[in-house]
């Protein structure tokens, strides 16, 4: 796909009354520095007709004034902990255009071919990047980078939501806070769960492991199409397995189903154990509850079990690992992974698991669920997107899940696999064994 570049600079928020200092900084939380170090990108698509460039860009700055993390730089503070320095440096905007009509390029999915639609990822100092491409039939494809330091997915779509209501000149709503003080740990620290080799591993192992050496040639990102009607099936039937009080969630019947069928299209050796590691929103889940907060809130489950067992006992009975998972993440996990990353995880000299140099996760998978989040409603005046997708992640074993465009139930999902397993997926990606 040639995309050609008309126009890129840096632009910076606009203030309707007096500027702010721009010698602040905002300091990164723990949520914050036990995240993936790096970029991610996502790609919206619109029809026709479409707001002008230039509104889309005041629309922009007017949402920096209000997210102002944005729109700064990282660096350090007298302590030589690495902050968001607030000194309203900007973001990179770019516009382009591509000499053939949207339809021609289609269908959109996660791919090297896709990377063209956003700015690049890497040797980039501008914490967030837009790029607007204009298709001959007037169709406009919106990639949009930014540092997950800085926020999660859920943060990440607030500030979207506000670029949209400022373009459309109404009041940006919510507004965020980052009020880091409350990640306060407990006097005295009380650990209560561990944390090491979840959270959190030694310098010295971290510094003995093996980064996988690029095989992103190997690695394909497929798109799955789960109906609400495959959906409430599958629903029905892991259900149904299980003679307890309440059905499984839809999200955990598909993971579960995920989970096995990418384990036998893998090809693993009974013995081998495998997790899932699924992320958890821990706004709503704090006491109490941060609904608001403008950053990384993110811990996640572990559900872990051997191959022979996922795969040789029914689907129901990864839905009861992943459920039983997930519901340990609560309020006091929260707060006993708070005092850990403050107190113990400083005095071990411990780094974070997540780590954004491997492409290779088998025999493990890492679950993202977007269902929850508006990304859908970026809308400029004329409308919300027609398309919204990751863009091309190489990582074996990433998994996105994403609600479809069409609000009908059904689910988009990206898996990215190796090539050599995907048609074992293909053949059992919608059996309801």
Not at 101 to 125: N, Q, R, W
Not at 172 to 189: K, W
Not at 337 to 363: E, G, H
Not at 406 to 424: I, P, T
Request: hydrophobic share 35%; net charge negative.
């Amino acid at each position: 796909m040639k995309v050609k570049t008309e126009c890129s600079k840096i632009i910076k928020p606009f203030y309707e009354g007096n500027s702010p200092s721009t010698t602040n900084h905002t300091p990164l939380s723990i949520f914050d520095k036990i995240t993936y170090d790096t970029h991610i990108a996502v790609i919206y698509a619109y029809r026709p007709p479409t707001p002008s460039n230039e509104a889309i860009e005041l629309g922009l700055q007017k949402a920096l004034s209000v997210y102002r993390e944005f729109a700064g730089r990282f660096g350090k503070d007298e302590n030589g902990d690495q902050v968001i320095l607030l000194n309203d440096e900007g973001v990179r905007f770019v516009e382009a255009s591509a000499d053939w009509t949207l339809h021609e390029a289609m269908p959109l999915k996660p791919s090297p071919s896709i990377l063209s639609l956003h700015p690049s990822l890497h040797g980039v100092e501008e914490l967030v990047q837009v790029q607007l491409t204009r298709f001959k039939c007037g169709s406009l494809v919106i990639g949009y980078t930014a540092h997950h330091y800085v926020a999660d997915g859920e943060s990440t779509s607030s500030f979207l939501v506000a670029w949209g209501q400022a373009t459309r000149e109404v009041d940006i709503s919510p507004i965020p806070s980052r009020e880091t003080s409350i990640f306060a740990p407990r006097d005295p620290p009380t650990y209560d769960f561990e944390h090491n080799k979840l959270e959190y591993t030694s310098r010295i192992k971290e510094k003995c492991s093996i980064t996988n050496n690029d095989v992103s040639d190997e690695i394909m990102v497929h798109k799955v199409h789960f109906t609400s009607e495959f959906l409430n099936k599958l629903k029905a039937k892991t259900s149904s397995q299980d003679l307890w009080d309440k059905p499984y969630t839809t999200f955990e019947c598909l993971v579960a189903h995920l989970w096995r069928v990418i384990t036998k299209a893998r090809g693993l050796g009974g013995h081998e154990t495998t997790h899932a590691r699924i992320s958890i929103n821990g706004r709503t889940r704090l006491s109490p509850k941060v609904p608001n907060y403008f950053g990384n809130l993110v811990l996640w489950a572990f559900p872990t079990t051997t191959v022979r067992d996922l795969l040789n006992q029914p689907v129901s009975y990864a839905a009861q690992l992943i459920h039983d998972e997930i519901a340990k993440v609560n309020n006091d996990y929260f707060k006993s992974f708070i005092d850990f990353a403050n107190c113990k995880a400083k005095d071990d000299d411990l780094v974070t698991t997540a780590d954004s140099r491997k492409q290779i996760l088998s025999p493990n998978i890492d679950v993202d669920s977007w269902l929850r989040f508006p990304f859908y409603d970026l809308d400029f005046g004329t409308g919300c997107p027609f398309i919204f997708l990751p863009s091309y992640m190489p990582i074996e074993g990433l998994i996105f899940l994403l609600p479809s465009y069409v609000g009908d139930g059904s689910m988009e999902v990206f898996v990215a696999m190796f090539k050599d397993n995907l048609d074992v997926f293909k053949e059992f990606c919608y059996c309801l064994d």
